[in-house]
């Protein structure tokens, strides 16, 4: 049986245990059809203790579940809010899956969901994924690969950036087309 990690450092790379900043979502430009919305969220991950909100929950046998052992793979379930705080408004929530996809533990793939709550784009969805590199302080660039609602068809790319050993603030640049 593999050994369970008692406590995940801070940065467990499910999310990269990011807190995401909803700035002023407003389209950046028009072109035809087209058009381009830069959104800026905080995601706050709790990776330890009775109100986790990313956990190992498989690994290669007799090996540590850790965020930088190759083949562990993380579940979320973490709230989105306007600030870099964990009392700061929640805007959505962001579920999702991480594996440790690199030998080295440099690299995890990532795969989630972001449900909007928020007034502008209540019950709209961002599908998520691609490779966060870490232990890098700069940003990791993802793809959106899908949504729903108002982000119907969109696609484009996500930008996680460290923000504290807890905290990555994640700009999501989307292009939707009409």
Known sequence: MAKLMSSLFPVSLLFLSMIAFLAQA?????VGSEKIIQLNYYLIEITSGPNATAVPVAGIAGQLWAPNTFGTIFVGDDPLTER???SSPRVGQVRGLAV???????????SFSVTLTNREYNGSTLQIQGTVNRPSRRPSVVSIVGGTGKFEGARGSAFLQPYSNSIIQITYKIQ???
Do not use: C, W
């Open 26 to 30: 407003a389209p950046v430009e028009q």
């Open 100 to 110: 440790v996809s690199s030998k080295d533990g440099s690299a995890t793939y990532v």
């Open 176 to 178: 939707l087309y009409k």
């Open 84 to 86: 870099p705080s964990a």
